[in-house]
């Protein structure tokens, strides 16, 4: 077993090579050769598919139960604000700025080093699976939810994203509806009253005014946000459908499904869902995870940004170094102490989780 302060040098080295190959959602391939490189420089077998890397701890056990660690390795692009170069691993004052830095190159490296850690240990009451996935930030056909199939049944997760290390135990879902409301196509200067441009008027109002019933402890209400619109191409004709986007951040009192069915129901358009997947996740307080975690002096909270949880159909927690805040930022960074100290935190959080 590698020391841990070992370990911590080890990762913050693999992040800073992390910052310095582009790895935009689907162009992972060099960042994966670089976790590949990780788990063979301490010889760990692992499998890859297409860019995702993963790898179970040595002594695995189809009769215990499974704990997945999981973070992504892919990111954003640069915002046109940024001053430092953004695939330039720079530490300044105790902090390491580079794109990806933050979200979630901290996590990442940081659960590697805690695999690592427990890897060899004989003991384990669970079984560890490690994946670095690709195509989170763009959730991609090609990213975790890829590579379930491959992976015995979970008990649980930890998914790591920047939280300071406190413990989201519930995280909103994502439903995307393109909403098309029909009208009858005329000549501007003729009476028409099946205009569906103000047809979609009393639709956007119903999107804003809406308040569906259950609320959530950690989360709050269901969140509807009519975000574009889309119609016409002539200023003398009456289009014959108005499109809108609608942006919902569901809770964890419904499933994507059931908002959708409530949609239909009221909408009188024609609804259609981006994708179903990207359902909300929670935890109850209550979970052993939770608990060590509480033991050790972390808060819980309800999270309204979307990560790789939304795949997972086991019990998971939102949990890693870095801020949220910082997260697609202009030169991103990570203080160095957090990811040393994040090492820390998860390796007591699951040895704690471990004994009980």
Excluded at 90 to 110: E, H, M, Q, R, T
Excluded at 236 to 252: G, Q, W
Excluded at 341 to 354: N, V
Aim: a negative charge; charged letters at 20%.
């Amino acid at each position: 077993m590698k020391k841990v302060e070992t370990l911590k040098q080890e990762a913050i080295a693999l992040l800073k090579s992390l910052i310095e190959t582009p790895s935009f959602s689907s162009e992972e391939d060099q960042t994966a050769l670089l976790i590949e490189n990780w788990f063979t420089q301490n010889s760990i077998p692992f499998e890859r598919e297409n860019n995702n890397i993963w790898a179970f701890n040595k002594y695995f056990d189809k009769t215990k139960p499974t704990v997945l660690l999981n973070s992504h390795h892919d990111t954003v692009k640069p915002n046109q604000g940024y001053s430092n170069n953004p695939f330039e691993a720079i530490v300044k004052d105790g902090k390491l700025f580079g794109l990806g830095s933050n979200d979630a190159g901290g996590c990442l490296v940081s659960l590697l080093a805690t695999f690592t850690y427990f890897y060899s240990d004989e003991n384990l009451p669970y079984n560890i699976v490690m994946v670095a996935s690709a195509e989170e930030e763009s959730s991609g056909k090609k990213g975790l939810n890829s590579v379930l199939k491959h992976l015995p049944p979970l008990d649980c997760a930890i998914v790591g994203e920047p939280t300071l290390m406190q413990l989201a135990i519930a995280e909103k879902g994502l439903l995307v509806l393109d909403v098309t409301v029909k009208g009858t196509p005329s000549h501007a200067a003729h009476q028409n009253d099946d205009n569906a441009l103000y047809k979609a008027i009393p639709v956007m109002e119903w999107f804003k005014n809406y308040t569906f019933d259950k609320i959530s402890e950690q989360l709050g209400p269901v969140k509807m946000t009519v975000t574009q619109i889309n119609a016409g191409k002539q200023h003398n004709v009456v289009p014959s459908e108005c499109d809108l986007v609608v942006d919902i951040r569901v809770n964890d009192c419904y499933s994507n499904h059931e908002i959708l069915q409530i949609v239909k129901e009221y909408v009188p358009a024609i609804v259609t869902p981006r994708s179903m997947h990207l359902n909300a996740s929670s935890i109850p307080t209550t979970h052993g995870l939770v608990q060590a975690g509480i033991s050790l002096g972390r808060t819980t909270y309800g999270s309204p940004t979307l990560s790789d949880q939304s795949v997972l159909s086991c019990k998971s927690l939102k949990l890693g170094p870095g801020d949220t805040l910082r997260s697609h930022s202009a030169n991103e960074f990570i203080y160095l102490k957090e990811i040393e100290e994040g090492i820390d935190l998860y390796i007591k959080i699951l040895t704690d989780f471990f004994k009980h």
